[in-house]
């Protein structure tokens, strides 16, 4: 679907089992929605030329879009991208003063995509989330699959309440933490990282499910250049941050 041609968009997301009201809008840009599926012809032989029938099948849908990194600002409060998170194989643990978040067992969400005045259903939510940082806002990077069904039209959006969506802090110098790399503190000018989930549709002949069936995290950082003396990164027994970083060779960049 071609979602620049619809100004209005509206995405609600929450677990699965939620009934998804205006409160659970997501502060989404940059929405991207495809809906995928495999096909096979018949190929069928006859005594003249023409076009043969051709079936589709295993239909799903593909969501990406990205939102501001910002927390709830209440100590022990989830923030609003708690489900994303947990939809992307996070486990939460809370406690009155945090909210913290590791790796465990996905939650499946379920999402309504409204473009214009088609709203579509996504139910059996997984996907990825990769973080960037740079000079700026921070964003959050989603990829989604789900499972289709046929959009239905209606008449008009729902009242959407964005307060729980905390405005983000800009990153500089006076919003930033020290960053160190080899026990040293650097410049740093981007810092990337992605979960790296493998999130599949899986058809059968009776069952069909999104699932997540492994994960290769990355990281990758642009930072300030050193002299050798300094930080030498050619004399390192590949450490992990020169395993991924070794074919960019970031820091060179200024």
Known sequence: ??????????????????TLTGLHAIYATD????????????ELETPHSGASLEEF????????????????????????????????????????ASVTYTKGTATKAKCLVRFGQNT???DEML?????????????????????????????????????????PEVLGVANSSDFLLDSVQRTL????????????????INHEEIMITGHESTTSMTLTADTLANFDPFNQVAPWWITSLAMARPWAKK
């Open 1 to 18: 679907m071609s979602s620049w041609r619809f100004k209005d968009k509206l995405i609600l997301a929450d677990a699965l089992g939620t």
């Open 31 to 42: 929405v991207e929605f495809n809906i995928e599926s495999e096909s096979e012809k018949d």
């Open 57 to 96: 099948y295993g239909e799903h849908v593909t969501l990406n879009f990205k939102t501001p990194l910002a927390v709830s600002g209440t100590p022990g409060d989830a923030p609003a991208i708690a489900p994303l998170l947990l939809a992307c194989g996070m486990v939460q643990v809370a406690d009155v």
């Open 120 to 122: 579509h259903a996504i």
């Open 127 to 167: 996907g990825n989330v990769s973080l960037s940082l740079e000079k700026g806002i921070p964003k959050l990077n989603w990829q989604f699959k789900g499972l289709f069904s046929k959009p239905i039209q209606s008449a008009a959006p729902p009242a959407v309440d964005w307060d729980r969506w905390k405005r």
């Open 189 to 204: 000018h981007k810092l990337t990282v992605d979960q790296g989930n493998n999130v599949v549709f899986d058809r059968a």
